[in-house]
């Protein structure tokens, strides 16, 4: 439990136990049914006691251990955590040189933070292809970057509504069903943030390389009119084997 908040694991098993307990416990006790061996318990208990997890008290000339309740816990961690954010704003942050290598992110809430910082910097142009699921997160923050004067253009696989001037959607067919989920973000023309679910985690690319932000801008413009295509000749395209064959080749 508390692992993924910079614990260890016997830490985090010594809390979990003693939270159970709902007792104080001493250090024997504390080993035998939280599974960390007799060797390590000592060090373990006196890291917990530094981190004001645990409180330690003599009873009867033993010395006994008892948990903080979780709830204090949440609250140590919550104040932590928010003095942590302070002091990282307070570092001075030097302009990167711009360059044209091609960067790797990985993780979904990375790319998502990423991804909501470039459009948040936007100052004339947004164009970005996604999924339903994915662009409703950023759909406040276009509607306002549109409002300040950005043009922004945006492309969906979903149906949705929206208050943005420049929307298209599409919904896949059956034959498309294989298409991965995306994200594609060109920012300015000077910036592109490209995104693939590749199961079971999101992998990105992040460049300002001219070039390749042409191509993805391309791309942008590629999904708009497939879009328009199936729109306006539905009728004539879905009974055209060739070309529904060749949407059936598309992954992204």
Do not use: C
């Not at 960390?36 to 008290?57: T, W």
């Not at 910097?121 to 292809?129: D, E, L």
Request: proline content about 2%.
């Amino acid at each position: 439990m508390l692992q993924k908040f910079g614990f260890s694991q016997y830490e985090s098993q010594v809390y979990e136990m003693m939270v159970n307990a709902g007792q104080a416990v001493e250090a024997s006790a504390i080993s035998k049914q939280s599974g960390v061996p007799k060797a390590k318990v000592y060090e373990v208990i006196s890291r917990l006691l530094d981190k004001g997890i645990l409180l330690d008290s003599m009873l009867e000339k033993k010395k006994m251990y008892r948990a903080i309740p979780v709830d204090q816990v949440i609250q140590k961690l919550t104040s932590q955590f928010q003095s942590d954010i302070e002091q990282l704003s307070l570092i001075e942050q030097k302009q990167f040189t711009p360059d044209d290598r091609v960067w790797n992110l990985v993780t979904e809430e990375s790319i998502y933070a990423y991804s909501i910082s470039l459009i948040e910097n936007a100052k004339k142009t947004i164009y970005i292809s996604t999924w339903k699921e994915i662009i409703l997160a950023y759909l406040p923050l276009l509607e306002e970057k549109e409002k300040q004067g950005v043009h922004v253009e945006v492309h969906v696989v979903g149906e949705m509504d929206s208050k943005l001037q420049n929307l298209k959607y599409f919904v896949p067919t059956e034959s498309q069903k294989e298409l991965k989920k995306f994200q594609n973000i060109v920012v300015d023309d000077t910036e592109v943030v490209f995104a693939i679910a590749k199961h079971p985690a999101w992998h990105s690319i992040v460049t300002k390389s001219e070039q390749l932000v042409d191509v993805f801008r391309d791309f942008f413009y590629r999904d708009v009119i497939l879009t328009r295509l199936s729109d306006k000749y539905s009728d004539i395209l879905q009974n055209d084997a060739e070309y529904v064959d060749l949407l059936s080749k598309l992954r992204y």
